[in-house]
């Protein structure tokens, strides 16, 4: 008699991740070759609305920055509103759907000198920074914890990072 068929676990592919603004504005990758423009950065990031992102995204530790253009400007070609905005990136949605939050400021755990910067639920949380990779895509180490111990890491794409959804 032959065992039970068993499917193997489907492994998310990585695509391009979302950013939720302050605003609860959600930004997404337009993609690897967005509408260049004669003055400034290309619109990199669609938030709906008229509003866009543009250039590229820096990130800080837990802090990201954006340069958000206004309606007037997001299909011309040259800036007329433009704001850098830097928030806390409160909240991390990995592309297996783990919700994972801030863990605060100060004293947290560490391994192999990266803080533990967002817990994941009980056993897991994320170490170290996250890696910001061409084509909208991020990834960040997380790791498998036994109260304080460290038992595994992977590196992990992120589907959504920014501030926390209501």
Do not use: W
Not at 28 to 36: D, E, F, I, M, S
């Amino acid at each position: 008699m032959l065992p039970p068929f068993t499917a193997l676990a489907s492994v998310p592919t990585a695509s391009a991740a979302q950013i939720r603004l302050p605003d609860q504005r959600l930004c997404t990758y337009v993609g690897p070759a967005p509408r260049q423009r004669d003055l400034g950065d290309p619109i990199t990031y669609d938030c709906g609305d008229g509003r866009g992102l543009r250039g590229e995204v820096r990130i800080d530790g837990t802090y990201m920055t954006v340069d958000r253009e206004g309606r007037e400007n997001f299909d011309r070609d040259a800036i007329i509103e433009s704001e850098d905005i830097r928030f806390l990136i409160a909240e991390i949605v990995l592309a297996d759907g783990t919700v994972c939050r801030h863990a605060g400021e100060g004293a947290t755990l560490a391994f192999d000198g990266k803080r533990l910067n967002y817990t994941c639920g009980r056993s897991a949380g994320l170490i170290g920074d996250i890696e910001i990779l061409a084509g909208g895509l991020f990834e960040v180490e997380k790791a498998a914890l036994r109260g304080t111990e460290l038992i595994a890491s992977e590196r992990v794409p992120i589907r959504r990072l920014g501030a926390v959804s209501r």
